[in-house]
């Protein structure tokens, strides 16, 4: 089973539409959980940090249930720039990571 | 800049060679990590460094070896590349926010082919 899991996609949505990403995780030890995106053929970069408390960062809100062990990002307003690759991922004991295979994201005009 | 530099940036070689990829920070973490990434596998851990000299396995280490003899500097090598080894490699640095949440920064990717 992966420690990371995450519905592949991809979500084909319009522009202004909200589209919601989920992820779930196995080792219920995990202390840090994170959004990254990437685009095509580039690194991945930090998108938000996830807080048990939810947070957001303009159009990008972030939800962590640790009871359901389950993550989730959702976009408002979706911009043609929001398409992307978006990664989930999972840390525990400061520096060891799990990355889900990430949830593509492509909004049309 | 996360001050992570990943040299060649594209290298094509042919199996059975030995092929070095190098890492390069200049912030001083003591965390490095070598990730790959294919298709529908996502981003997995090779090899980690949690300092000078100090390294450990991750979950596809076989065919791989790391050094790390000084702080700045991660090499991950191929002995004998073969055309499974034909990925995009990614090295992370773990930065500290203060906040005891650490948060990787990666390099912008090594893409490797073995014909």
């Known amino acids: 089973r992966k420690e990371v899991e995450q519905d592949p996609g991809p979500f084909n949505v319009p522009e202004g539409a909200t589209v919601a990403f989920n992820c779930t995780y196995s080792n219920s030890a995990s202390q840090s959980f994170f959004w990254y995106r990437q685009d095509c053929r580039k690194e991945p970069k930090l998108l938000m940090s996830v807080y048990s408390s939810g947070n957001e960062d303009g159009r990008f809100t972030a939800q962590l249930n640790r009871a359901s062990q389950y993550i989730s990002l959702l976009i408002r307003d979706s911009k043609l720039s929001d398409s992307a690759t978006y990664l989930c991922v999972v840390g525990y004991n400061f520096n060891k990571f799990y990355f889900g295979s990430g949830t593509k994201l492509n909004v049309k005009p | 800049d996360a001050g992570i530099t990943q040299s060649p940036r594209h290298k094509v070689t042919e199996t059975g060679t030995p092929v070095t990829l190098r890492c390069h920070q200049t912030e001083n973490h003591r965390y490095m990590y070598w990730y790959r990434q294919d298709p529908g596998h996502g981003l997995r851990l090779i090899h980690y460094?949690?300092?000078?000299?100090?390294?450990d396995k991750g979950e596809v280490s076989d065919g791989y070896s790391v050094s790390r003899s000084k702080t700045e500097d991660f090499l991950l090598t191929l002995e004998s590349a073969t055309s499974s080894q034909t990925s995009v490699y990614f090295c992370?640095?773990?930065?500290?926010?203060?906040?005891?949440?650490?948060?990787?920064?990666f390099g912008a990717g090594s893409r490797l082919t073995v014909l």
């Open positions: 992370a640095i773990s930065r500290d926010r203060g906040s005891g949440a650490n948060v990787l920064t």
């Open positions: 460094s949690y300092g000078v000299k100090d390294t």
